[in-house]
């Protein structure tokens, strides 16, 4: 079935450095995709998104690129803060547009 | 804040018990959601109602059972649940609920444990 997952269930990243949390999708249809920040003993934030006519898209420290041809995206962090420690997800629509498939999210830890 | 409130925080029940979580939005929103986060385990969506009617149901055991007032509040009532089902539930909305390029604003969830 269609699929939207993670590479790596965990990083750690030193303070100041930039972080990049990858994550995979399987149908080559979809054409959006959204990124959310889950903390600890809260629900899922949205962080960003991105439709499949864009490349890269870019917030406030963040920023989104999308591979079409390879089928994956990033989200990278620039200059990673204690703030940003949580679990990261990647979302993105199924065949029906009816729902997302979220990701298992990757746990992202900030040592000062 | 996210305008997507949820009650109980946490909720301690046995298996024959019956309780509801509840799930407010401030959003103005036509659609609202309930799903369940297990740990290590994708967020796995349990219903969907857009304009109060109940348009997408996963395949969820019938010992929850939702119910949408209207487009504000929403409620997942439990009845002789398992301890499997022990998980986080959380409730989302978005503004239409039918198109593909939506966000959903999830709530702080209900944290369920059965015993």
């Known amino acids: 079935g269609e699929s939207v997952g993670l590479h790596l269930p965990t990083l750690s990243v030193q303070e100041g450095d930039n972080s990049i949390i990858n994550c995979a999708y399987s149908?080559?249809?979809?054409?959006?995709f959204i990124w959310y920040k889950q903390e600890s003993g809260k629900g899922p934030q949205f962080i960003i998104d991105?439709?499949?006519?864009?490349d890269k898209r870019q917030g406030q420290r963040v920023t989104v690129l999308l591979n079409k041809t390879v089928k994956h995206l990033s989200l990278q962090i620039a200059a990673t803060q204690p703030g940003d420690s949580a679990v990261y997800f990647c979302?993105?629509?199924?065949?029906?547009?009816?729902?997302?498939?979220f990701g298992t999210g990757t746990s992202l830890t900030v040592i000062p | 804040e996210t305008g997507v409130t949820q009650t109980p925080r946490h909720l301690v029940m046995g298996m024959t018990n019956k309780k509801s979580l509840k799930c407010e939005q401030h959003?103005?929103?036509?659609?609202m959601y309930w799903y369940k986060q297990s740990a290590k385990k994708p967020l796995e969506l349990m219903f969907v109602?857009?304009?109060?009617?109940?348009?997408e149901n996963n395949s969820v055991p019938s010992r929850f059972s939702p119910e949408c007032p209207n487009s504000s509040h929403l409620f997942l009532h439990l009845h002789t649940l398992q301890p499997e089902d022990s998980a986080l539930y959380l409730c989302?909305?978005?503004?239409?609920?039918?198109?593909?390029?939506?966000?959903?604003?999830f709530g702080s969830g209900t944290q369920l444990s059965v015993l």
């Open positions: 989302a909305s978005s503004q239409n609920g039918r198109g593909r390029n939506e966000k959903l604003f």
């Open positions: 149908n080559s249809a979809s054409d959006y």
């Open positions: 991105i439709r499949s006519n864009m």
């Open positions: 979302a993105g629509p199924d065949p029906t547009g009816n729902q997302f498939y």
């Open positions: 959003l103005g929103h036509n659609a």
């Open positions: 109602y857009s304009l109060e009617e109940r348009v």
